[in-house]
């Protein structure tokens, strides 16, 4: 018999059950923020601190729980962190060919103004890097040329953990929202969703963050000398993250809205310039432009390889493309795990009020419907065989009222009863409302009676059916699904590896030096391989015993307040694991459990997560150690948390208005 979830193990109490639910998330915050410990350490004490509670407070079968975790890890490794292998490998590529230098050199290039270089390489280069590789390099690099281009070093890195904001929820081709999916059981369809809404959300704050940083540089009257470059810059790269995200999918939103912001400002600054070229006080009045020696050939060929990725990403996002490559993958249900587990089970007292709402509901549907008209006829005749099937469960439920929310295979038989004519009756629900048009044209005398043409109406049918759905949907069980899909060809890291190796070409680099860079990639990520396993892990096993729904039970106790919460529940996680994508992994599945309980839009709640985590990415244990390590500051990590943490508290406050309008007033804007 499938094993059953329960929310509240501890004593019966979900303040006290929630409390220990939350302890794989304390390991971590201990771990990463107090002890240090490097993340694929961390991330393995997590997984194995949340298995041991599953199977000794929960009651899950060891079996499943160890099963769930290796779901999660599988899902880590492929589709997740296939996608920041490839990405990073043709990011490799560029390097050793030289070809990274160029771009550097070539932006470096285009002015002398402290202000305009800031826009160019913390916030536009920094968005390219950010979603052509991710995973702390946009800091890193562009720190290092600010540095290098006479930037304090505070400045530097504060500048560019704050310009990183806008693109880290789209970073490494789109992985935080990939994850985001998987964790939430939604398909491509829920993960075009989810990209639409983190794409409605996060383009009020790009719009913002040019003239933000600059502000932070030089103060109100400086910025404002800037103000048609970063006008350019923020709305350039907004549109351009919206339109993407809308309609491309979440793979391509930042080397889109980098690369034609990039070009915007560029194309500006020929025509334009301010009145004064500003640099910082320890330097000469005017710096001037950094040159270089590249010629427009060379410059074209270094961005090459980030054209290519570019379009072959955008081949794989066609559908009729993706559908054909999708027909090799291989989709194959965990043995052992798949419909092992259920949840929703009531009690069977309960159940005895649910079958007579059911039943309620049946016989108003059968005295709104026609038996006489052959298109009603078979529907009516159904309904009748559910309301038989209704009737051999409440005989069950009768006969084990007292026993608790047991699960017995007489129960499972009379509810998987039900729901197959539960199917059935949909079936010839939607065969009905296709046809009743032709009905809902006639006249009254000719169907019948002026009920049963108004029941044939298209509208009314769709409209009349659903509260019957939704009293079977509560009443019944859910089984969870556990399936593992391996789509090679149609997967988006394959449209990258095919990008790196023609990068490859395109750069000069030897098969054999190529090679060797695809095994030092391979070699030098295989920790964040671990972590990434590992924290999916934790995420499967979280969601596979109940511990997330229970958090996310008591979570729903904030009522009205929670979709200003939920932002806050990202950049939390992003605080403590320095990644968007973790953050999606380990809150995902909550956000979708709490806006279930509360009656939102889970959409709105897990892309609230994205754009929430992003702001917590500036204070990040690990983005603040990249950042001094890139601009020669180790050691001054509390500085630069003092730094950025208002920033990163106001933009928080900012994201969570942003999401509680959209759940309340701007309802319009959730896809």
């Known amino acids: 018999m499938p094993w059953i979830q329960t929310y509240t193990p501890v004593g019966g109490s979900l303040g006290l ?40 407070v929960w009651g899950m079968p060891a079996k499943l729980a160890g099963l769930a975790v290796l779901q999660g890890a599988g899902f880590g490794l492929f589709p997740v962190f296939y996608i920041v292998i490839t990405t990073l490998f043709l990011y490799n590529i560029t390097v050793k060919g030289g070809q990274f230098e160029v771009i550097r050199a070539s932006l470096a290039g285009v002015t002398g103004d402290r202000r305009l270089q800031a826009l160019l390489i913390a916030f536009c280069f920094g968005a390219f890097i950010e979603g052509a590789a991710g995973f702390g390099t946009p800091v890193a690099i562009a720190g290092a040329t600010l540095v290098g281009l006479g930037f304090r070093p505070l400045y530097a890195a504060g500048v560019c953990l704050v310009a990183n904001t806008a693109p ?10 990939v994850a985001l999916a998987g964790v939430m059981g939604y398909g491509d369809e829920g993960m075009m969703k989810l990209s639409t809404m983190v794409g409605r959300q996060l383009p009020f704050i790009s719009v913002f963050i040019p003239f933000y940083v600059i502000m932070i540089m030089v103060g109100w009257k400086k910025t404002i000398e800037v103000l048609p470059a970063i006008i350019v810059c923020g709305v350039t790269f907004a549109v351009t993250q919206w339109a993407t995200a809308s309609y491309l999918g979440p793979y391509l939103p930042d ?86 587990i259920v949840k929703k089970v009531s009690k069977p007292e309960e159940g005895v009020r649910k079958v007579a709402i059911v039943t309620e509901e049946i ?53 998987d009863a ?11 629900a939607r065969e009905a409302l296709q046809a009743g048009s032709a009905v809902a044209g006639s006249s009254p005398a000719a169907s019948g009676t002026a009920l049963a043409a108004a029941a044939a109406a298209p509208a009314l049918a769709k409209d009349r059916f659903k509260p019957l759905d ?14 593992y899909k391996f789509n090679f060809m149609s997967a988006a890291g394959t449209a990258i590896l095919i990008a790196a190796i023609l990068s490859a070409l395109l750069c000069g680099v030897g098969m054999g030096e190529t090679f060797r860079i695809l095994g030092k990639t391979l070699y030098d990520m295989r920790y964040p391989a671990l972590t990434v396993a590992s924290v999916l892990g934790l995420a499967y096993v979280m969601n596979a015993s109940g511990m997330t729904n229970c958090l996310g039970l008591a979570f729903t106790k904030t009522g009205h307040i929670f979709p200003f919460l939920a932002p806050v529940l990202g950049w939390l996680g992003v605080f403590l694991t320095g990644s968007d994508t973790s953050s999606n992994v ?67 406050v900012v994201v969570g208005i942003i999401v509680y309008l959209q759940a309340y007033v701007l309802q319009w804007m959730i896809p």
């Open 17 to 56: 059950s929630a409390l220990v639910a939350a302890v794989p998330l304390v390991v971590i915050f201990i771990c990463l923020a107090l002890l240090r410990m490097k993340a694929h350490k961390a991330g393995l004490l997590a997984v194995g601190s949340a298995a041991a509670l599953a199977v000794g």
């Open 168 to 177: 880290v929820a789209f970073g490494a081709i789109g992985i935080p929202v």
């Open 255 to 340: 080397v889109t809205a980098s690369l034609l912001s990039i070009v915007a400002l560029v194309l500006l600054l020929r025509v334009w310039h301010p009145k004064t070229i500003w640099t910082f006080d320890h330097e000469p009045e005017f710096a001037g432009r950094e040159e270089h020696h590249y010629t427009p050939g060379e410059v074209a060929r270094a961005w090459a390889p980030y054209l290519a990725l570019t379009v072959m990403v955008l081949l794989w996002g066609i559908p009729s493309i993706k559908s054909a490559l999708d027909r090799s993958a291989v989709e194959f249900p965990v043995a052992g795990l798949h419909n092992a």
């Open 363 to 415: 016989n108003r549907q059968l005295a709104l419907l026609s038996p006489a008209d052959p298109k009603q006829a078979p529907l009516a005749a159904k309904l009748q065989e559910l309301k038989g099937a209704e009737a051999q469960l409440l005989a069950v439920e009768r006969s084990l009222a007292g026993n608790g929310a047991v699960l017995t295979a007489e129960r499972m038989a009379a509810f």
């Open 418 to 428: 039900v729901a197959k004519k539960k199917g059935e009756v949909q079936k010839l």
């Open 470 to 483: 939704k009293a079977l949907t509560d009443q019944l069980p859910v089984k969870v699904a556990a399936k």
């Open 586 to 652: 380990l809150f995902g599945g909550l956000q979708k459990a709490t806006a279930e309980q509360l009656g939102l839009n889970p959409i709105l709640t897990g892309a609230a997560n994205t754009s929430g985590g992003v702001m917590g990415k500036m204070i990040s244990p690990q983005s603040l150690a990249v950042a001094t390590a890139a601009t020669g500051m180790v050691g001054e990590e509390g500085t630069l948390f003092r730094f950025t943490l208002k920033h990163s508290l106001f933009l928080t």
